[in-house]
């Protein structure tokens, strides 16, 4: 079973890498004249990590820890929230309004108040740019999950006589964790975003946000897309992450979408 | 093992399973008028009985099933169980309750599913896997243990819904049309395993349905209800001899009452469409 899945999804991915390698030799044959002054070539970039390997594994760390930070603290609150939200449909209708309204915040407007409330050099200023834009998805998920469980679900615990303790736990929560999971991976991508949007406001140098301007400020793009592939990195392997977790968390589910295809 | 509801408890003289007395149902309409889904429900229900509710869809027999189950309040009468009012017969855990949907849930494999109402009801660990088994046994889905709900056909879904609605031995077992989304040939298999069940368990059965033939061939009565408003037009003793079995179905006996049951459907249905033309000239 578990040979023939991976080299089915061997198989299903290879266009894909295909297309990438492919990718790569255009953008190196393509950069390799007057194109460079647009776009460094894939190997100046990769000779850019070797020259900048200890600032940028620092930097790449540091943005990895704020962005890890962050999306912990919007998780964990967007639990939260949902939770209560959930419990009592009186709050729903007050808080997801507002909740609603709050996602319509340019985040990029915040980051200067988190640097105020925080203070520009701590890393919980970074934090809570990337809390902020995980929070709401988190939120909207996880609230779905818990709410939109079959009538018939409930009707059949009922008449079990259970307590509102046992529809939650052995129902609303099982039935939320995909959606958990699903808000989770889309989380992992905006915590970088948030955490080096922040950065761009100002802090400590050695991050991924304040690599990126001061090498370009400096003319050397190589370095400034090394930091933006270190960043991306970052997300896909948290992504990967969440994934590895969801499979090992709800494996039941991983089969029932595959069977719904 | 004996069931919790023994002859010693104090009870009214007659002892009803189930016991329905002026029931009625109304629901309040967008216009501000109310729509009568029930009324004048009479209805006794002896213990060990199996009694089919059948009728046109809108004749109120699902939600009769749950005002038995205490799951939807009525508006007006009264509901006793095992002489208890409803609302106790369901904190007791007297229910088991299938459903039309299985209403299996995805992340419990069959063996989890049907332990759910045992863990609900707190049984010890050793109790609970004992009975998995035991009614697993039962609907013969032994070898499905830690399939997954997604993984297994309809009918055998619904036998493994049959199975946890049995596993805590309630004494009444609430149907709701458990097989109306599956094809013929699984419904008539599922009817004598149903039977089988039935005899082996001694539960009192409720069962709704909207086959005839599935009616006469399970109950040992069956109710005719009309709709507009829902009520019981007549009452149909099933006196085929038990055990029945697929040559059940071919006896001549049991074509009348199937012949019966049609009519008594059919004698409603010719009223209610008078009755309707009448409120149609009124309104």
Redesign the interface.
């Known amino acids: 079973m578990r040979g023939v899945g991976s080299a089915a999804r061997l198989r299903q991915y290879l266009p894909a890498i295909a297309v990438f390698l492919a990718a790569i030799v255009v953008w190196e044959i393509a950069t390799a004249g007057p194109g460079r002054r647009v776009l460094p070539p894939p190997s100046d970039i990769v000779g850019a990590f070797g020259e900048n390997a200890a600032q940028l594994r620092k930097s790449a760390l540091a943005t990895f820890y704020e962005s890890l930070g962050g999306l912990a603290i919007g998780t964990f609150l967007g639990v939260l929230v949902a939770l209560v939200t959930s419990r009592w449909a009186s709050v729903r209708g007050v808080l997801l309004p507002v909740a609603i309204a709050s996602s319509a915040i340019p985040i990029v407007a915040i980051a200067p108040i988190m640097n105020n409330w925080f203070g520009v050099l701590n890393p919980l200023s970074k934090m809570g740019m990337a809390a902020l834009l995980v929070f709401f998805p988190v939120m909207i998920n996880v609230t779905r999950g818990l709410v939109e469980v ?1 009538p ?2 409930t ?8 307590s509102d303790a ?1 529809i939650l736990f ?2 609303r929560v ?2 939320m ?1 995909p959606f958990f999971f699903t808000a989770l991976k889309v989380g992992t991508t905006l915590a970088f975003i948030g955490a080096i949007v922040g950065e761009f406001f100002g802090g400590t140098s050695d991050v991924l946000g304040r690599i990126v301007l001061q090498s370009l400020s400096g003319g050397r793009f190589d370095t400034a897309w090394a930091g933006i592939f270190l960043g991306a990195a970052g997300a896909i392997v948290s992504y990967l992450a969440v994934s590895l977790a969801e499979r090992l968390v ?1 494996p ?2 991983s ?2 979408v595959a ?1 719904e295809r | 093992m004996t069931t919790s509801q023994g002859p010693t408890e104090p009870q009214p003289p007659v002892s009803a399973a189930v016991r329905l007395a002026g029931v009625e149902k109304s629901f309040p309409v967008r216009d501000g008028t109310t729509t009568v889904a029930l009324s004048g429900i009479d209805l006794d229900v002896a213990p060990r009985e199996f009694v089919s509710l059948i009728g046109p869809s809108g004749c109120g027999k699902s939600t009769l099933l749950r005002i038995v189950g205490d799951l939807i309040q009525p508006s007006g009468g009264t509901v006793q169980v095992n002489g208890k009012p409803a609302h106790q017969a369901r904190l007791d855990r007297d229910y088991g309750m299938v459903f039309q949907a299985p209403v299996l849930f995805d992340w419990r494999t069959v063996e989890a599913n049907v332990r759910l109402p045992l863990e609900v009801m707190r049984f010890s660990r050793a109790e609970r896997d004992r009975r998995v088994r035991e009614m697993l046994d039962l609907v013969e889905l032994g070898g499905f243990l830690s399939h997954y709900p997604h993984q297994l056909s309809g009918g055998m879904q619904q036998r493994v819904a049959i199975a946890r609605a049995l596993a805590f031995q309630p004494a009444l077992l609430l149907m709701d049309e458990p097989f109306g989304a599956l094809d013929e040939m699984t419904r008539e298999r599922l009817n004598a395993e149903v039977l089988r069940i039935w005899a082996q368990t001694r539960t009192t059965v409720i069962f709704v349905t909207h086959s005839i033939p599935e009616a006469v061939f399970l109950s040992t009565r069956v109710v005719v209800m009309s709709a507009r408003p829902g009520r019981i037009t007549n009452v149909v003793d099933i006196d085929l001899p038990q055990p029945r079995t697929e040559q059940t179905r071919e006896t001549e006996r049991y074509f009348e009452l199937v012949t019966e049951v049609r009519e008594s459907l059919r004698g409603r249905i010719t009223s209610s469409a008078a009755r309707a033309r009448a409120e149609g000239a009124i309104g």
């Open positions: 079959s018939a679900a009707e059949l615990m009922r008449s079990y006589a259970s046992q052995k129902v099982p039935n964790l709800i039941w589910y089969s029932l069977q």
